[in-house]
């Protein structure tokens, strides 16, 4: 139901009723104005495309905190990363309504924190998260369409990977303590990521067959993707080290400390093939072993 009607003191006044039978009114100095308007939002209603004045006026900070309390049913630390993007998004955009951001602000930004000094990656990254907030929006009806597209996405980067030398490994590896190797070599040549390393049980080795199988990650989570679970075969020598670990260490997980080994092995050194490094390892020195393709020495 849609109507425009002249007030007594000689303004237009036009409304309507939306879908959910709320009554909306806005006031014209000319008949032809009210009629304009009116048609656009019959119009957005008959499209599908209609969105509520009072809801349109929603600044990009309270979408956010409302976005975040949905998303929260998220893995721990994807939530900590969706907040740390926000906060971002938030400092730009926050008092801005959401109909308001153009794709023209949207590359403003992006190149902004670029010539700051903000990595090409997490440009990318934060840009996608804005681009993902918005597109919930969309669908929640909110906005019509979101400002974020392929043409207002900065470059992602090229992120060149640092493999270390076999010297390199093994240098790390005899500067931890005894009781922390084992996650040099867990972080290093079995690949697994901090958490893995750190949940890893002792039920998940087939010392008989040396094969690791991830189950969980710390402190006892899921792992973060069904590939996460893939059996890792590792060299028996390697078997022999995590049996001895644990004979020494008897109590199941690894230590907070061993998190600080896995990080340095495996975040720093990556290896060259594979998810992220399936290599066979704990050789004795002066052996080699070739995997994908890759010999290594421990001299």
């Known amino acids: 139901m849609a109507s425009i009607a002249k007030r007594p003191d000689g303004r237009w006044r036009a409304r309507y009723r939306d879908d959910a039978g709320k009554e909306h009114a806005r006031h014209f100095d000319r008949k032809v104005d009210a009629r304009k308007w009116l048609d656009e939002v019959t119009a957005s209603i008959v499209a599908g495309t209609h969105v509520e004045p009072k809801t349109a006026r929603m600044t990009v900070g309270e979408w956010c905190q409302t976005w975040l309390d949905g998303y929260a049913t998220?893995?721990?630390?994807?939530?900590?990363?969706?907040?740390?993007?926000?906060?971002?998004?938030?400092?730009?955009?926050?008092?801005?309504?959401?109909?308001?951001?153009?794709?023209?602000?949207?590359?403003?930004?992006?190149?902004?924190?670029?010539?700051?000094?903000?990595?090409?990656?997490?440009?990318?990254?934060?840009?996608?998260?804005?681009?993902?907030?918005?597109?919930?929006?969309?669908?929640?009806?909110?906005?019509?369409?979101?400002?974020?597209?392929?043409?207002?996405?900065?470059?992602?980067?090229?992120?060149?990977?640092y493999v270390a030398t076999t010297e390199q490994v093994w240098a790390l590896y005899e500067v931890f303590p005894d009781e922390l190797r084992a996650a040099v070599l867990l972080g290093a040549f079995a690949g697994l990521r901090v958490a893995e390393a750190c949940g890893l049980r002792p039920g998940d080795v087939d010392f008989m067959r040396g094969v690791i199988h991830p189950a969980v990650q710390y402190p006892a989570e899921d792992l973060k993707s069904e590939i996460s679970r893939t059996p890792i075969p590792v060299a028996q020598s390697?078997?022999?080290?995590?049996?001895?670990?644990?004979?020494?260490?008897?109590?199941?997980?690894?230590?907070?400390?061993?998190?600080?080994?896995?990080?340095?092995?495996?975040?720093?050194?990556?290896?060259?093939?594979?998810?992220?490094?399936?290599?066979?390892t704990a050789f004795p020195r002066g052996s080699a072993t070739t995997t994908c393709g890759t010999t290594w020495h421990r001299s």
């Open 74 to 161: 998220r893995r721990a630390s994807t939530v900590r990363q969706a907040r740390v993007h926000v906060k971002q998004i938030v400092a730009e955009f926050g008092a801005m309504p959401l109909s308001s951001v153009r794709p023209s602000h949207v590359r403003s930004w992006t190149a902004r924190l670029r010539a700051e000094g903000y990595e090409a990656s997490y440009v990318y990254a934060l840009h996608g998260r804005l681009g993902q907030i918005f597109a919930d929006a969309v669908h929640d009806g909110i906005v019509r369409r979101s400002p974020c597209s392929r043409r207002t996405s900065p470059g992602q980067g090229k992120q060149r990977p």
């Open 238 to 280: 390697l078997v022999l080290e995590l049996a001895e670990h644990v004979r020494l260490r008897p109590g199941g997980r690894r230590s907070s400390p061993t998190a600080t080994a896995a990080s340095s092995a495996r975040g720093r050194w990556s290896a060259p093939c594979g998810r992220p490094a399936r290599r066979s």
